[in-house]
């Protein structure tokens, strides 16, 4: 089994950063793709940001140019630097990665308890 654990939401106002941070943990062979989705009240999960293991980023479009994700290979930890935050991009935000147990098993995709960030106006 693989553990996330994500860090760094809290109450910012709008103008402001905030960084989220995930670790993975558990029985790890490799992770492939990490990843950041939101979930606002009353409105589906959407993607926020992904990278995989190469390092190739995409964005949703409302983000692109304010958010920046990047991981650290060695550490299992994925980040989220979130810059110029609107009161839109309040939402719980979970982290997710596709990882694999075993050398001969295939990847699945293991998700966070999320964390709240909260934009005010």
């Known amino acids: 089994q693989v553990q996330l654990v994500e860090s760094g939401g809290g109450l910012v106002q709008a103008g402001g950063s905030l960084r989220l941070s995930c670790a993975a943990s558990g029985s790890i062979f490799s992770i492939n793709s990490m990843g950041w989705y939101r979930q606002a009240p009353g409105k589906q999960r959407e993607l926020v940001a992904g990278i995989t293991g190469g390092g190739s980023t995409n964005y949703a479009d409302s983000v692109k140019g304010r958010f920046t994700i990047s991981r650290d290979n060695a550490k299992n930890t994925v980040y989220l630097q979130m810059n110029s935050l609107k009161p839109e991009d309040t939402a719980v935000y979970y982290c997710?990665?596709?990882?694999?147990?075993?050398?001969?098993?295939?990847?699945?995709?293991?998700w966070g308890q999320g964390t709240q960030v909260t934009v005010s106006s």
């Open positions: 997710t990665c596709n990882a694999r147990t075993r050398s001969w098993t295939a990847g699945r995709d293991y």
